[in-house]
Protein backbone atom coordinates (compact mmCIF):
# COMPACT_ATOMS: atom_id res chain seq x y z
CA UNK A 1 0.00 0.00 0.00
CA UNK A 2 1.09 3.48 -0.99
CA UNK A 3 3.04 5.11 2.29
CA UNK A 4 0.76 8.13 1.43
CA UNK A 5 -2.01 5.94 2.87
CA UNK A 6 -0.39 6.67 5.91
CA UNK A 7 -2.23 10.36 6.10
CA UNK A 8 -5.71 7.79 5.85
CA UNK A 9 -7.58 6.37 8.59
CA UNK A 10 -9.86 3.70 8.24
CA UNK A 11 -12.27 1.29 10.43
CA UNK A 12 -15.40 0.22 9.45
CA UNK A 13 -16.78 -2.45 8.90
CA UNK A 14 -19.96 -3.20 10.16
CA UNK A 15 -22.41 -5.54 11.22
CA UNK A 16 -24.52 -7.89 8.80
CA UNK A 17 -26.67 -10.46 9.59
CA UNK A 18 -26.33 -13.93 7.28
CA UNK A 19 -29.16 -13.06 5.95
CA UNK A 20 -30.75 -15.27 3.16
CA UNK A 21 -32.38 -13.50 0.43
CA UNK A 22 -32.70 -16.08 -2.44
CA UNK A 23 -32.62 -19.48 -2.21
CA UNK A 24 -29.58 -21.43 -4.58
CA UNK A 25 -29.79 -25.19 -4.81
CA UNK A 26 -26.54 -26.15 -3.37
CA UNK A 27 -26.55 -29.79 -4.12
CA UNK A 28 -25.46 -28.43 -7.30
CA UNK A 29 -22.00 -27.62 -5.63
CA UNK A 30 -21.03 -31.26 -5.29
CA UNK A 31 -21.75 -32.48 -9.06
CA UNK A 32 -18.90 -33.50 -10.58
CA UNK A 33 -16.95 -31.12 -12.59
CA UNK A 34 -14.24 -34.15 -14.02
CA UNK A 35 -15.85 -34.00 -17.25
CA UNK A 36 -16.84 -30.60 -17.93
CA UNK A 37 -15.52 -28.71 -21.05
CA UNK A 38 -13.78 -25.52 -20.15
CA UNK A 39 -16.08 -22.29 -20.37
CA UNK A 40 -15.12 -18.68 -20.82
CA UNK A 41 -17.76 -16.67 -18.73
CA UNK A 42 -17.50 -12.73 -19.85
CA UNK A 43 -18.99 -10.27 -17.21
CA UNK A 44 -19.41 -6.88 -15.63
CA UNK A 45 -18.72 -6.85 -11.89
CA UNK A 46 -19.35 -4.11 -9.37
CA UNK A 47 -15.24 -2.76 -8.14
CA UNK A 48 -16.27 -3.61 -4.57
CA UNK A 49 -15.97 -7.35 -5.97
CA UNK A 50 -12.38 -6.74 -7.26
CA UNK A 51 -10.24 -7.88 -4.55
CA UNK A 52 -12.37 -11.27 -4.19
CA UNK A 53 -12.02 -11.83 -7.82
CA UNK A 54 -8.53 -11.43 -7.50
CA UNK A 55 -7.77 -13.74 -5.30
CA UNK A 56 -5.72 -16.66 -5.48
CA UNK A 57 -7.90 -18.80 -3.78
CA UNK A 58 -10.82 -17.47 -5.52
CA UNK A 59 -9.25 -18.13 -8.55
CA UNK A 60 -8.35 -21.74 -8.25
CA UNK A 61 -11.61 -22.46 -7.23
CA UNK A 62 -13.42 -21.02 -10.37
CA UNK A 63 -10.57 -22.14 -12.40
CA UNK A 64 -9.84 -25.27 -11.71
CA UNK A 65 -12.78 -26.91 -9.99
CA UNK A 66 -15.48 -25.35 -12.05
CA UNK A 67 -13.33 -25.12 -15.34
CA UNK A 68 -14.12 -21.41 -16.52
CA UNK A 69 -11.53 -18.76 -17.24
CA UNK A 70 -13.12 -15.42 -16.26
CA UNK A 71 -13.54 -12.49 -18.29
CA UNK A 72 -14.45 -9.87 -15.81
CA UNK A 73 -14.74 -6.16 -16.08
CA UNK A 74 -15.08 -3.59 -13.54
CA UNK A 75 -18.00 -1.36 -13.91
CA UNK A 76 -20.47 0.55 -12.21
CA UNK A 77 -23.60 -1.56 -10.77
CA UNK A 78 -26.11 0.94 -12.05
CA UNK A 79 -24.03 1.65 -15.57
CA UNK A 80 -23.97 -2.38 -16.30
CA UNK A 81 -27.53 -2.51 -16.47
CA UNK A 82 -28.59 0.31 -17.78
CA UNK A 83 -26.43 2.47 -19.98
CA UNK A 84 -23.07 -0.25 -20.78
CA UNK A 85 -23.64 -2.44 -23.57
CA UNK A 86 -24.17 -6.03 -22.86
CA UNK A 87 -23.66 -7.65 -25.88
CA UNK A 88 -20.99 -10.87 -25.90
CA UNK A 89 -21.88 -10.45 -21.85
CA UNK A 90 -22.64 -13.82 -20.36
CA UNK A 91 -23.21 -12.27 -16.80
CA UNK A 92 -23.79 -8.97 -14.54
CA UNK A 93 -22.95 -9.03 -11.03
CA UNK A 94 -24.30 -5.91 -9.54
CA UNK A 95 -24.87 -4.91 -6.06
CA UNK A 96 -28.39 -3.88 -5.46
CA UNK A 97 -31.33 -6.15 -5.89
CA UNK A 98 -33.19 -3.20 -7.56
CA UNK A 99 -30.61 -3.52 -10.78
CA UNK A 100 -31.96 -6.83 -11.80
CA UNK A 101 -35.42 -4.94 -12.40
CA UNK A 102 -33.29 -1.96 -14.39
CA UNK A 103 -31.91 -4.54 -16.23
CA UNK A 104 -34.84 -6.00 -17.36
CA UNK A 105 -36.22 -2.36 -18.35
CA UNK A 106 -33.62 -1.83 -19.94
CA UNK A 107 -34.14 -4.29 -22.57
CA UNK A 108 -31.52 -6.47 -21.04
CA UNK A 109 -32.80 -10.74 -21.60
CA UNK A 110 -32.49 -11.89 -17.97
CA UNK A 111 -32.47 -15.45 -17.64
CA UNK A 112 -32.15 -15.89 -13.81
CA UNK A 113 -30.24 -14.16 -11.01
CA UNK A 114 -29.05 -15.80 -7.67
CA UNK A 115 -28.24 -13.29 -4.71
CA UNK A 116 -24.59 -14.67 -4.06
CA UNK A 117 -23.53 -11.92 -0.60
CA UNK A 118 -24.81 -9.53 1.08
CA UNK A 119 -23.49 -5.99 2.20
CA UNK A 120 -24.34 -3.45 4.44
CA UNK A 121 -23.97 -0.08 3.84
CA UNK A 122 -22.22 1.67 6.21
CA UNK A 123 -20.55 5.13 7.16
CA UNK A 124 -17.24 5.42 7.40
CA UNK A 125 -16.27 8.60 9.21
CA UNK A 126 -12.78 10.36 10.48
CA UNK A 127 -13.01 10.14 14.10
CA UNK A 128 -13.30 14.01 14.65
CA UNK A 129 -16.14 13.94 12.59
CA UNK A 130 -17.79 10.84 14.53
CA UNK A 131 -17.26 12.81 17.67
CA UNK A 132 -19.59 15.59 16.21
CA UNK A 133 -21.89 13.96 14.72
CA UNK A 134 -22.16 12.35 18.69
CA UNK A 135 -22.15 15.64 20.19
CA UNK A 136 -25.18 16.68 17.46
CA UNK A 137 -26.79 14.16 18.66
CA UNK A 138 -26.72 12.17 15.06
CA UNK A 139 -24.53 9.30 16.48
CA UNK A 140 -24.70 7.12 19.25
CA UNK A 141 -22.89 4.49 20.71
CA UNK A 142 -24.27 1.15 20.43
CA UNK A 143 -24.85 -1.53 23.59
CA UNK A 144 -23.05 -3.79 21.76
CA UNK A 145 -20.40 -1.12 21.30
CA UNK A 146 -20.54 -0.22 17.30
CA UNK A 147 -21.70 2.86 16.66
CA UNK A 148 -25.36 3.49 15.32
CA UNK A 149 -25.96 7.05 13.17
CA UNK A 150 -29.88 8.14 13.24
CA UNK A 151 -30.55 8.97 9.44
CA UNK A 152 -33.83 10.94 10.31
CA UNK A 153 -31.18 13.03 12.11
CA UNK A 154 -28.61 13.02 9.30
CA UNK A 155 -31.36 13.24 7.34
CA UNK A 156 -32.50 16.75 9.44
CA UNK A 157 -28.51 17.89 9.44
CA UNK A 158 -28.70 17.81 5.48
CA UNK A 159 -31.90 19.26 4.86
CA UNK A 160 -31.21 22.48 7.81
CA UNK A 161 -28.25 23.18 5.77
CA UNK A 162 -25.74 22.90 8.85
CA UNK A 163 -21.99 23.29 8.02
CA UNK A 164 -19.08 21.81 8.74
CA UNK A 165 -17.26 24.66 10.74
CA UNK A 166 -20.08 26.41 11.57
CA UNK A 167 -23.10 24.28 13.67
CA UNK A 168 -20.56 21.00 13.59
CA UNK A 169 -16.96 22.69 14.90
CA UNK A 170 -15.37 20.30 12.30
CA UNK A 171 -12.78 22.11 10.59
CA UNK A 172 -14.24 21.18 6.82
CA UNK A 173 -15.41 24.30 4.75
CA UNK A 174 -18.65 23.91 3.09
CA UNK A 175 -21.83 22.56 4.08
CA UNK A 176 -22.33 19.18 5.98
CA UNK A 177 -22.74 15.56 3.24
CA UNK A 178 -22.31 12.32 3.49
CA UNK A 179 -20.46 11.73 0.68
CA UNK A 180 -21.09 9.04 -2.18
CA UNK A 181 -20.49 7.34 -5.73
CA UNK A 182 -22.67 8.55 -8.73
CA UNK A 183 -26.00 7.45 -7.89
CA UNK A 184 -26.52 6.86 -11.80
CA UNK A 185 -23.48 4.79 -11.96
CA UNK A 186 -22.26 2.84 -8.81
CA UNK A 187 -24.42 1.04 -6.13
CA UNK A 188 -23.14 2.14 -3.30
CA UNK A 189 -24.21 6.05 -4.41
CA UNK A 190 -27.90 4.51 -5.94
CA UNK A 191 -28.68 3.25 -2.26
CA UNK A 192 -27.80 6.14 -0.33
CA UNK A 193 -30.21 7.97 -2.89
CA UNK A 194 -32.37 5.48 -2.03
CA UNK A 195 -32.04 5.85 1.75
CA UNK A 196 -32.05 9.62 1.07
CA UNK A 197 -35.23 9.36 -0.35
CA UNK A 198 -37.21 7.28 2.28
CA UNK A 199 -35.26 9.91 5.11
CA UNK A 200 -37.03 12.69 2.95
CA UNK A 201 -40.44 10.69 2.69
CA UNK A 202 -40.69 10.54 6.88
CA UNK A 203 -38.71 7.38 6.99
CA UNK A 204 -41.19 5.41 4.31
CA UNK A 205 -39.77 4.19 1.06
CA UNK A 206 -41.34 6.57 -1.65
CA UNK A 207 -43.76 5.96 -3.63
CA UNK A 208 -44.16 7.70 -7.62
CA UNK A 209 -46.77 9.65 -6.37
CA UNK A 210 -44.12 11.04 -3.22
CA UNK A 211 -41.63 11.92 -6.02
CA UNK A 212 -42.81 15.20 -6.64
CA UNK A 213 -42.28 16.83 -3.46
CA UNK A 214 -39.02 14.10 -2.61
CA UNK A 215 -37.27 14.26 -5.56
CA UNK A 216 -36.13 18.01 -5.96
CA UNK A 217 -34.84 16.84 -2.77
CA UNK A 218 -32.37 14.27 -3.70
CA UNK A 219 -31.62 15.98 -6.76
CA UNK A 220 -30.46 19.39 -4.55
CA UNK A 221 -28.51 17.17 -2.71
CA UNK A 222 -26.44 15.93 -5.12
CA UNK A 223 -25.90 18.42 -7.59
CA UNK A 224 -24.15 20.18 -4.73
CA UNK A 225 -22.29 17.08 -3.85
CA UNK A 226 -19.41 18.19 -6.78
CA UNK A 227 -17.39 14.89 -8.28
CA UNK A 228 -18.78 12.02 -7.53
CA UNK A 229 -16.36 8.58 -8.15
CA UNK A 230 -18.34 6.11 -10.54
CA UNK A 231 -16.92 3.15 -7.93
CA UNK A 232 -17.47 2.08 -4.63
CA UNK A 233 -13.83 0.85 -4.74
CA UNK A 234 -12.57 4.44 -5.66
CA UNK A 235 -14.33 6.36 -3.14
CA UNK A 236 -13.22 4.15 -0.30
CA UNK A 237 -9.47 4.99 -1.45
CA UNK A 238 -9.89 8.07 -1.80
CA UNK A 239 -11.26 8.51 1.34
CA UNK A 240 -8.35 6.94 2.81
CA UNK A 241 -5.40 9.02 0.68
CA UNK A 242 -7.20 12.66 0.74
CA UNK A 243 -7.95 12.86 3.96
CA UNK A 244 -10.88 14.30 6.56
CA UNK A 245 -10.62 17.84 4.46
CA UNK A 246 -12.07 16.02 1.45
CA UNK A 247 -13.82 12.91 2.24
CA UNK A 248 -15.10 13.52 5.91
CA UNK A 249 -17.47 10.95 6.14
CA UNK A 250 -18.87 8.32 2.90
CA UNK A 251 -21.10 5.83 2.09
CA UNK A 252 -19.59 2.46 2.16
CA UNK A 253 -20.25 -1.29 2.21
CA UNK A 254 -19.17 -3.35 5.50
CA UNK A 255 -16.72 -5.39 3.70
CA UNK A 256 -14.41 -2.89 2.18
CA UNK A 257 -12.72 -2.71 5.96
CA UNK A 258 -12.48 -6.35 6.81
CA UNK A 259 -10.45 -6.30 3.41
CA UNK A 260 -8.31 -3.15 3.85
CA UNK A 261 -7.18 -4.50 7.22
CA UNK A 262 -6.53 -8.21 5.67
CA UNK A 263 -3.83 -6.66 3.04
CA UNK A 264 -2.78 -4.21 5.24
CA UNK A 265 -2.92 -5.28 8.94
CA UNK A 266 0.06 -2.98 10.10
CA UNK A 267 -2.07 0.09 9.56
CA UNK A 268 -4.95 -1.31 12.31
CA UNK A 269 -3.82 0.39 14.70
CA UNK A 270 -3.67 3.87 13.25
CA UNK A 271 -7.38 2.81 11.75
CA UNK A 272 -8.56 2.45 14.63
CA UNK A 273 -7.48 5.41 16.52
CA UNK A 274 -8.48 7.38 13.27
CA UNK A 275 -11.36 5.84 11.46
CA UNK A 276 -14.65 5.23 12.64
CA UNK A 277 -17.60 2.95 11.07
CA UNK A 278 -20.95 3.91 11.74
CA UNK A 279 -24.21 1.97 11.05
CA UNK A 280 -26.84 4.00 9.15
CA UNK A 281 -30.51 2.90 11.56
CA UNK A 282 -32.09 1.79 9.43
CA UNK A 283 -29.81 0.68 6.58
CA UNK A 284 -30.22 -0.98 3.52
CA UNK A 285 -28.67 -4.00 2.60
CA UNK A 286 -26.56 -4.34 -0.54
CA UNK A 287 -27.71 -7.57 -2.25
CA UNK A 288 -25.39 -9.17 -4.81
CA UNK A 289 -27.34 -10.70 -7.18
CA UNK A 290 -25.46 -12.41 -9.90
CA UNK A 291 -27.97 -11.93 -13.36
CA UNK A 292 -27.93 -14.50 -15.95
CA UNK A 293 -28.24 -13.14 -19.87
CA UNK A 294 -26.82 -16.50 -21.44
CA UNK A 295 -27.12 -20.27 -19.93
CA UNK A 296 -23.25 -19.97 -19.81
CA UNK A 297 -23.44 -18.29 -16.29
CA UNK A 298 -24.98 -20.84 -14.58
CA UNK A 299 -21.58 -22.48 -14.23
CA UNK A 300 -20.44 -19.46 -12.10
CA UNK A 301 -23.36 -19.09 -10.01
CA UNK A 302 -22.68 -22.97 -9.04
CA UNK A 303 -18.69 -21.84 -8.55
CA UNK A 304 -19.38 -18.59 -6.40
CA UNK A 305 -21.99 -20.91 -4.32
CA UNK A 306 -19.23 -23.25 -3.71
CA UNK A 307 -18.82 -23.64 0.19
CA UNK A 308 -15.11 -23.20 -0.01
CA UNK A 309 -15.84 -20.24 -1.78
CA UNK A 310 -18.35 -18.82 -0.05
CA UNK A 311 -16.14 -19.29 3.16
CA UNK A 312 -12.57 -17.32 1.72
CA UNK A 313 -15.57 -14.23 0.97
CA UNK A 314 -16.30 -14.35 4.28
CA UNK A 315 -13.28 -14.34 6.37
CA UNK A 316 -10.96 -12.91 3.55
CA UNK A 317 -13.27 -10.05 2.19
CA UNK A 318 -15.97 -9.56 4.68
CA UNK A 319 -18.86 -10.75 2.28
CA UNK A 320 -22.16 -11.96 4.20
CA UNK A 321 -23.61 -14.67 2.59
CA UNK A 322 -27.13 -14.50 0.22
CA UNK A 323 -27.18 -18.51 0.60
CA UNK A 324 -29.71 -20.25 2.41
CA UNK A 325 -28.48 -22.89 4.97
CA UNK A 326 -25.22 -21.11 4.90
CA UNK A 327 -23.67 -19.52 8.54
CA UNK A 328 -21.36 -16.49 8.88
CA UNK A 329 -19.12 -16.71 12.18
CA UNK A 330 -17.61 -13.67 13.23
CA UNK A 331 -14.70 -15.27 15.24
CA UNK A 332 -13.49 -16.07 11.63
CA UNK A 333 -12.56 -12.39 10.40
CA UNK A 334 -9.38 -11.32 11.71
CA UNK A 335 -8.48 -7.78 12.15
CA UNK A 336 -11.49 -5.98 12.23
CA UNK A 337 -15.02 -6.63 14.48
CA UNK A 338 -18.44 -7.09 12.54
CA UNK A 339 -21.44 -7.42 14.63
CA UNK A 340 -23.13 -10.99 14.76
CA UNK A 341 -26.06 -9.05 13.30
CA UNK A 342 -27.25 -6.31 11.92
CA UNK A 343 -30.96 -4.95 12.47
CA UNK A 344 -33.08 -2.01 11.37
CA UNK A 345 -33.03 -2.74 7.78
CA UNK A 346 -35.75 -0.95 5.18
CA UNK A 347 -35.80 -2.15 1.30
CA UNK A 348 -35.30 -0.18 -1.22
CA UNK A 349 -37.71 2.18 -2.71
CA UNK A 350 -38.89 0.25 -5.93
CA UNK A 351 -37.41 -0.02 -9.33
CA UNK A 352 -39.64 2.52 -10.84
CA UNK A 353 -38.66 5.21 -8.37
CA UNK A 354 -35.07 4.21 -8.97
CA UNK A 355 -35.48 4.88 -12.04
CA UNK A 356 -36.81 8.31 -11.49
CA UNK A 357 -33.87 9.49 -9.28
CA UNK A 358 -31.43 8.00 -11.98
CA UNK A 359 -32.69 9.98 -14.99
CA UNK A 360 -32.58 12.86 -12.75
CA UNK A 361 -29.19 12.85 -11.09
CA UNK A 362 -28.18 11.58 -14.22
Known amino acids: ?171 VYGPFKVFSTHPAKSNSGNIWSGLLATVFNDGAPPAESDMGVVLPKVTAYFEAMGHMEASSGDIFENFLKQGMGSRPIIVGYENQMVEFLGENANYAELIQDRIRVIYPEPTIFASHPLIALTSTCKRLQEALADPDLQDIAWSDHGFRTGLIGVENDPGAITGAKLPETVSLVVPMPAAAVMEDIIQAVR
Open 1 to 171: MNRTILGLAVLGVVAAVSVGVTMVDLSSVTRSVERREPVTVSMFFGGEKSALLRNEKVRKIIEDRYKITLDATKAGSVEMVTTLPSTGKDCLWPSNMVAVELARNSGRTVLGDETIFNSPIVFYAWSDVADALTKAGAVKQRPDGFLAADVSKIGELIAGGARWQEDLGVN
